[in-house]
């Protein structure tokens, strides 16, 4: 690096709140760090200076293997990158970081690099995130508790209607007439809602940030446990792992999950049984969707995926499928370079597999 160069890096460094170093491959040290990045680490720099190793002893235990991997990938390719990762301190206290590394070859080979401390921000967005999850969630507890109550009220009416065809109160024909038109339209309503906040996820980007899959999962399942669907469904979870970490768009990876949920209810009878796996593999997660629930059948199978906002098949007791755009799961696994399948055995149940990459 040109004198001037260093010298102008210097400059920013002391003036900026962020944290600026220069670390040398060959001696494994620093030859220099700024007040911003002590700060960050919560250390001095003499500390830092004479001590590197202090610094990656901060990094959060789950994170250590991730930031190896990191490392090696920008020495590898010798390109600029940016990774986040976490800080662990006394009293369970985290910190997010985001390193931009700027590797160099001259003489010898150096890494510059600016940490930020983005805690606020990801605090932030997991909580926004986790906010949304949990709206999705209800909407889809809302649309069963309501449809049903609504289909009987729907069911009712009719009966009625057909039993006074021939009495000649037109009065009482109509307002029977109402209340079934009434049923059927705020049934559409409360699935149109719902399709709308799914079908938004495919036109949106993706924006990955490394997620605990297991924690995540877990979560969302506590909360259809929660539920009043937790009397007439039998929930349960299984992983190989206590926590894996993958890059994923959490809101929209969660609505495919959500969504396979949604209709693994839909297909089951009442004290059925619906199970999340999860399988961390060598170099691959496979997460699974199961129900014991009525299979789908044959003729719809090969075109499956093939169907975009339209349902795909009847739900049980006269229930549609809602549309939940089976085309518009596999387009989010594909965008997480992953993909989706599933086995099914009419009268037995279905399974549908998602795998996704490390």
Not at 133 to 157: C, F, Q, W
Not at 223 to 230: E, G, K, T
């Amino acid at each position: 690096m040109k004198e001037i160069s260093t010298d102008l890096f210097y400059q920013i460094g002391e003036r900026s709140t962020d944290g600026y170093f220069i670390y040398h491959l060959q001696t494994e040290s620093f030859s220099y760090i700024n007040s911003g990045l002590a700060n960050i680490f919560e250390i001095e720099k003499e500390t830092a200076l004479e001590q590197p190793n202090y610094l990656f002893g901060a990094i959060y235990h789950d994170d250590i293997e991730h930031v190896i991997s990191c490392y090696e990938e920008c020495v590898e390719d010798m390109e600029p990158k940016k990774y986040e990762f976490r800080l662990s301190f006394e009293n369970d206290r985290e910190k997010y970081i985001k390193v931009s590394l700027y590797p160099l070859q001259n003489d010898e080979t150096l890494i510059c690099g600016i940490a930020e401390d983005i805690t606020v921000e990801r605090h932030n967005k997991l909580h926004i995130d986790q906010i949304n999850y949990r709206k999705n969630i209800t909407l889809e507890v809302l649309s069963h508790d309501l449809k049903e109550p609504l289909g009987m009220m729907k069911l009712t009416a009719s009966s009625m209607e057909k039993g006074i065809a021939n009495t000649g109160d037109r009065e009482l024909k109509k307002s029977l007439r109402f209340i079934v038109d009434m049923c059927e339209r705020n049934t559409r309503l409360v699935r149109s809602v719902i399709n709308h906040e799914f079908i938004k996820s495919n036109v949106v980007e993706l924006s990955k940030d490394r997620l605990e899959l297991v924690w995540e999962l877990k979560d969302a399942l506590r909360y259809y446990r929660r539920s009043s669907l937790n009397n007439v469904r039998n929930f349960k979870f299984s992983t190989n792992k206590d926590k894996i970490y993958l890059p994923l768009d959490g809101m929209k990876f969660l609505q495919v999950v959500n969504n396979l949920i949604s209709n693994a209810i839909k297909f089951t009878d009442e004290n059925g049984t619906i199970e999340i796996g999860v399988n961390d593999l060598e170099t691959s997660v496979i997460i699974s969707v199961r129900d014991n629930g009525r299979g789908i059948p044959e003729e719809k199978r090969s075109t499956l995926f093939d169907r975009a906002e339209q349902g795909f098949r009847a739900g049980l007791v006269g229930r549609d499928s809602g549309g939940l755009g089976m085309g518009i799961i596999r387009n989010i696994v594909k965008l997480h370079d992953g993909r989706i399948w599933f086995e099914t055995e009419t009268g037995k149940g279905t399974t549908f597999y998602v795998e996704l990459p490390k």
